[in-house]
């Protein structure tokens, strides 16, 4: 485990970790930067046909025809094709597909799964005929990978697939440390900068409370067991406004109040989301007339003045400034989250696609940011990485952070992977100027995935109740690993958010230098400071990966040896290398090593 107590580390499973590191490291890629082509009809199998320039037509009479090919037709739920991949240096990836999906104009997703571990979804956009499109960008692993896309809704064409290097700059990560209100309060200004400040170099901790309860005491269930667990809190506490409004549910949960405590007297980082009951009970078919199914609400007349569900619109909107004004006029920011998931289609806010789901958002941060006066926002955009999410995107004028909501644990069995491809996917859906967060999910990665794969996500933020609490989402075992590992932060871990400095807010962004510096046991010599800036992080780490690999044949520094050469043998090797690693996961706070 990644553990915050400092205990010496067994020599034996040091050992471990070290020849780990070093497969990772001592052999050149022999995948050319053009990438390696591998055809899904040779790969195996299951439950797939093979087609080969095949003619076809769809329910309504349109005609496709994927000619000079031979494909495979992914169809029902849990058909699958796979191919191999022998990869000679472990790290990220690209994958290329070429594809065609001619029978849903909106989309087919698909599961994708690297060496059997569920990486998340892969979206197909409609087309009649074969093209290629990004599947994100994945780590493999040294010698042989599995490469699986598993059917999830099926009835998509798949030709081939393109494995190539990734671009190793896409892990320097950059966000702009400002935020879009230009007249955002001090204390919204104060939490950007620190959320900003450990973007990539750490993870915040994060737990979603029961909402719909009335008992206060109910609220704190999550808190009471992650503390009992792992002895420690979460830095980040999601909160719901649902209550608020929504005719035949409103009632006053003191959810404003709770948020107001967190921050001010926990001295914690509040998120909040908006389950939004259809406003004025307008189409409800059902108690949670949030959702699609459950409601006849349409958003297009909710946009258009002086319909019924205009005013019920703007009068829940007027209801809801008042909460957030009672934050600010409490000093307290907030990650506000409103419209979320809406990509799904499964709540009315994003029932009749993205134009006027994304004109319902630049209303809100109209409404609220000029109309209601509210500075202590901080915008948070739910995405997902899906090839027409761009058309889904409110605009860098509009969203401070991008959010994602993980849930990809299946058949029974947690799921601890970083999902590496969706976190850079969104990162390139701003390209890279805004912050990244796991917003909600069910299994929290796993430490060392989040470490080896460049993942930075800003902060995870489990569901409440059995998301968090059942074994087929976070064993006990995970949690502890996580909470207790110096990457996570957590509530104990936070400095004094409304004193935080602002210094570089407002400034053009900088590549982030993740990681602190470890103590040097070298005199004056700073051990492992190969790049001569003072500091020890994973800026280094690169150095030393590209040298080992052959990438450059000296350290930028004059000492090199003296500064390169960590447990002191004489030689710089991936035993230095294996070192530099275990510092970064928290393993070991000196150089040299201690055993």
Not at 208 to 237: D, L, W
Not at 566 to 582: A, H, K, P, Q, T
């Amino acid at each position: 485990m990644y553990r915050k107590t400092g205990k010496k580390v067994f020599l034996a499973w040091t050992l471990t970790v070290l020849m780990s590191v070093m497969t990772f490291v001592t052999s050149s890629s022999a995948l050319p930067q053009e990438g390696v082509k591998y055809e899904f009809e040779e790969g195996t199998l299951k439950g797939v046909k093979i087609l080969n320039d095949y003619q076809g037509e769809t329910e309504d009479g349109t005609k496709f025809e994927l000619s000079g090919a031979t494909g495979i037709f992914l169809e029902q739920k849990g058909t699958s094709a796979s191919v191999e991949v022998e990869i000679d240096n472990a790290g990220l990836y690209d994958l290329i597909i070429r594809y065609a999906e001619p029978y849903d104009p909106s989309k087919k997703v698909q599961y994708l799964n690297i060496n059997g571990v569920n990486q998340g979804e892969v979206s197909f956009a409609y087309t009649l005929e074969w093209r290629e499109m990004s599947a994100g960008i994945v780590k493999l692993n040294s010698g042989k990978n599995i490469i699986e896309l598993e059917s999830y809704w099926g009835y998509t064409y798949l030709d081939y697939l393109i494995v190539k290097p990734a671009d190793n700059s896409i892990t320097n990560l950059k966000a702009e440390k400002t935020l879009v209100n230009p007249n955002a309060s001090d204390e919204a200004k104060s939490l950007m900068s620190y959320l900003c400040d450990i973007y990539g170099k750490n993870i915040l901790s994060g737990q979603q409370e029961i909402c719909g309860s009335h008992n206060y005491s109910a609220s704190e269930a999550e808190f009471t067991y992650i503390e009992e667990k792992t002895g420690k809190m979460p830095a980040v506490r999601g909160f719901d406004f649902m209550n608020y409004r929504g005719e035949g549910f409103m009632w006053d949960d003191e959810c404003a109040e709770r948020v107001i405590e967190w921050y001010n007297e926990k001295n914690g980082i509040p998120t909040v989301c908006w389950h939004w009951f259809s406003p004025g009970d307008i189409g409800k078919q059902a108690e949670d007339s949030f959702y699609t199914k459950s409601t006849t609400f349409s958003i297009s007349k909710a946009l258009t003045s002086g319909t019924d569900e205009n005013r019920a619109l703007l009068s829940d909107i007027e209801f809801m400034a008042s909460k957030l004004q009672q934050l600010e006029d409490a000093k307290v920011p907030v990650l506000f989250r409103p419209l979320h998931e809406a990509e799904g289609g499964w709540f009315w806010w994003g029932a009749e696609g993205p134009e006027p789901c994304v004109e319902l958002y630049r209303l809100l941060y109209d409404k609220f940011t000029n109309e209601y006066g509210l500075d202590n926002i901080i915008w948070v955009w739910t995405s997902y990485t899906f090839e027409n999410s761009v058309k889904w995107y409110p605009g860098d004028d509009v969203v401070d952070i991008i959010g994602y909501d993980k849930y990809n644990a299946k058949d029974g069995l947690p799921n601890g992977s970083a999902i590496t491809s969706t976190f850079y996917g969104l990162v390139k859906l701003t390209n890279g100027k805004k912050l990244v967060a796991m917003t909600e999910n069910d299994t929290i990665p796993r430490v060392s995935n989040l470490v080896d794969e460049a993942a930075g996500w800003l902060y995870f933020c489990p569901w409440y109740g059995w998301w968090l609490t059942g074994e087929q989402n976070n064993p006990v075992e995970w949690l502890i690993e996580m909470y207790q590992s110096d990457y996570c932060i957590t509530l104990d871990e936070l400095p004094d958010l409304k004193t935080y400095p602002l210094s570089g807010y407002n400034s053009s962004p900088t590549p982030i230098k993740p990681t602190p510096t470890p103590t040097s046991t070298q005199g004056s010599v700073l051990a492992g400071d190969v790049n001569g800036d003072g500091e020890v992080n994973s800026i280094d780490f690169g150095y030393f990966r590209m040298y080992l690999l052959g990438t450059i044949n000296k350290f930028p520094v004059d000492n090199e040896l003296e500064v390169a050469d960590i447990n002191g043998d004489g030689e710089v090797d991936s035993i230095d290398f294996g070192y530099m690693r275990l510092n970064l996961l928290g393993y070991i706070k000196e150089f040299p090593a201690k055993t």
